[in-house]
């Protein structure tokens, strides 16, 4: 019988994780268990001051707003100024959202992008800008050139900077350079900012920054989450500042939708936003992962490109080298489960995306053996 619903699924691309089974299933095998070092899952526990905050706020009947509390939007502008140099916000510029996922793949839909419109992204991206852009039925350019656009005017453009998966950081004149470009030709510049707190040899900007858009917030966006910063990927807490007039059509769309941030949620992200101090303590954790796996690899005959921030370690052994997917079948076998470059676009098809978000005692194991490639 056919079904009375077209599949939407035809109009995506493959969920590349589902490639990942049979690797994991042998890394599994491994009689000292897998270390997982492919998707990126926090693993050290949520911070006291989170689960303090919800706990306070467990008695939450009412529905929530979509808008989001004041005390949760007016924490998100203190941190921007505080943490990134980026004062003038005001809390008609920020919207909570149910994780930064769920807003990255439902922008185009949410601002009326739709077929013949353009999307463009890095290179190298996070697969869900392209998601976003199949559901509409949008065309895509995977480009880190702006004069490889030509002439035509995208709908919308995505920064990553810290890159997923790369780790490489845009200096504030590259950030300037889009944003000016965006603005002579009126394209809503977006701007992934997920890691910016997970920076290690280069400072990363937001656009945000007045060295960047030079004090004006129009025509582009920077989206964030807590998941990284703060262990809270199952709190689904993010955010969205930037162009007040686009916001608030995210918020109108969004109010028909009922799309809103739990309220309990909502106390926890004005919380964790203002406690510094947990997240130093965890970029003091992960630095130090890092720097184990980064020796390991090295030492195993991989280099390290990029890299100077996000979560991840973007290892090759060269162009000459195995492709991915014999790296990642060879890591398997050691027990050690990463991500192919290929998942990210066809510039990384020689590289392997490494989390260091593992615990410690299994960032030492994979340590261990990487050392018997050596």
């Given at each position: ?167 490489r950081v845009l200096p504030k004149e ?44 129009d025509g582009i966006l920077a989206v964030h989450s807590l ?148």
């Open positions: 019988m056919t079904s009375v619903v077209p599949p939407v699924s035809r109009r995506l691309p493959d969920f590349p994780w589902d490639k990942l089974t049979s690797y994991a299933a042998t890394a599994r095998a491994h009689p000292d268990d897998i270390v997982d070092l492919s998707v990126g899952t926090p693993v050290d526990p949520t911070p006291e001051v989170a689960q303090a905050a919800l706990r306070a706020a467990a008695d939450s009947p009412g529905y929530p707003l979509t808008i989001g509390l004041p005390e949760a939007r007016q924490a998100v502008v203190d941190w921007f100024a505080r943490a990134h140099g980026v004062p003038g916000l005001e809390i008609d510029q920020v919207l909570p959202v149910i994780g930064s996922k769920e807003l990255i793949a439902s922008l185009p839909t949410h601002l009326g992008v739709g077929p013949g419109d353009l999307v463009v992204f890095p290179q190298l991206a996070y697969p869900t800008y392209e998601v976003g852009a199949a559901l509409v039925g949008a065309r895509t350019m995977a480009t880190d050139s702006l004069t490889s656009i030509g002439p035509e005017t995208p709908r919308l453009l995505w920064l990553n900077s810290p890159s997923n998966p790369t780790g590259h950030l300037k350079k889009v944003v000016d470009w965006c603005r002579e030709r009126r394209v809503l510049l977006v701007s992934d900012e997920c890691y910016i707190e997970c920076s290690w040899e280069a400072p990363a900007y937001s656009v945000l920054h007045p060295d960047v858009c030079g004090g004006s917030h998941s990284k910063r703060s262990n809270l990927a199952g709190y689904r807490c993010a955010f969205v500042a930037g162009d007040r007039s686009v916001v608030a059509e995210l918020l109108a769309v969004r109010k028909n939708l009922g799309l809103q941030m739990p309220g309990p949620q909502q106390r926890v992200l004005a919380a964790v936003l203002d406690d510094d101090e947990h997240s130093k303590e965890q970029h003091a954790r992960y630095a130090a992962r890092r720097a184990t796996l980064r020796a390991a690899l090295e030492g195993a005959g991989f280099t390290i490109d990029h890299s100077e921030a996000s979560l991840y370690l973007w290892a090759t052994r060269g162009p000459d080298g195995p492709d991915c997917w014999a790296t990642v079948a060879e890591l398997a076998e050691l027990g050690i489960l990463v991500a192919p470059g290929e998942f990210y676009g066809r510039a990384g098809s020689h590289h392997v995306r490494v989390a260091f978000t593992a615990t410690d005692e299994r960032v030492a194991a994979a340590a261990e053996r990487l050392a018997t490639l050596a």
